[in-house]
């Protein structure tokens, strides 16, 4: 299905989490002089406008990176690599301009490092070649991102990191995201894998399924770190979302802590609105 456009949800609570621990897991990999690969398997178009028709439509980024930036806490001091990008789009202070995921990893890649893309909605392939295309770090493939990662990987320098995040537009896509992820880690148990899931109304709900299909891989290091938003309704919307990072790096474990403590008194719902649990050991 090619119906889920980004823009119309661009700098909103999701993006907040799933941004932030990007930013932290891509700064713990930089800490080491050998290059790494990144491996974004839903790309999107990579930068977006929020005060253009889409964004404006839905005007999410109210409630994730507008709020965020006038409550960030300690934050900017835990991931300074997020909100250096953050003020470099928006040089006059107000947030006009939102990084996707694709733009967030060339600002962290250096020389020897490099990004792999994968789009398949026409639209927002076209708009990550105009964003990205020139840059000789950066590949790009227009294909579907399940197939297509399990395509790429291994890529010729394994160590890095994979970030999914689905649209969710089908029931299915849970269960294949997990298991996909599963398969890129058995090639390529020397990378980081980061998977996004929402968290809906308690009618369409799939958090507890990826949850469980992720603890049944066992890979190991595997952490869960869940902000919620708003109260969970029956039937309508999305209260909160989370990350699962499997094979998650030394440490790195512990700055996703910090920051969901932040993000609760900025984005959340206050104390206890978060959660951060191991779902298998190191070693596993």
């Keep these: 299905m090619l119906s889920y456009r980004h823009g119309f949800h661009a700098g909103n609570s999701a993006d907040v989490l799933k941004h932030l621990i990007l930013c932290a897991v891509i700064s713990y990999i930089r800490k080491k002089d050998k290059p790494f690969t990144i491996i974004d398997t839903h790309a999107g178009g990579g930068i977006y406008r929020l005060d253009d028709g889409m964004a404006e439509k839905t005007g ?20 300074p690599e997020y909100f250096s990008i953050i003020r470099d789009l928006n040089p006059e202070g107000k947030i006009a301009v939102y990084p996707g995921s694709p733009y967030i990893e060339q600002q962290l890649l250096r020389d020897s490092d490099k990004g792999i893309f994968i789009e398949l909605h026409p639209t927002e392939f076209d708009a ?42 089908v029931d299915t896509d849970y269960a294949k995201s997990v298991s996909s992820i599963g398969e890129a880690f058995r ?15 308690k009618s369409r709900d799939r958090s507890q399924k990826i949850l469980s299909e992720a603890r049944r891989l066992a890979i190991p290091d595997t952490w869960r770190a869940e902000i919620r938003t708003s109260e969970q309704e029956e039937d309508f919307g999305m209260c909160g979302s989370g990350m699962i990072i499997f094979n998650c790096p030394f440490s790195v474990d512990r700055k996703i802590g910090e920051i969901l403590s932040c993000l609760e008194v900025s984005i959340g719902m206050g104390r206890n609105s978060s959660v951060l649990t191991r779902l298998s050991e190191k070693g596993c």
């Design 187 to 201: 090639k390529c148990p020397t990378m980081t894998m980061m998977l996004w899931y929402p968290v809906l109304s």
């Design 128 to 169: 990550l070649r105009l964003n990205f295309g020139r840059d000789r770090r950066i590949s790009l493939h227009r294909r579907d991102s399940f197939e297509g990662l399990d395509a790429i990987v291994p890529p010729p320098v394994r160590r890095g990191a994979v970030l999914m995040d689905p649209a969710y537009e």
């Design 60 to 79: 999410e980024a109210k409630d994730g990176i507008v709020k965020l930036m006038q409550h960030p806490g300690k934050l900017p001091e835990i991931v």
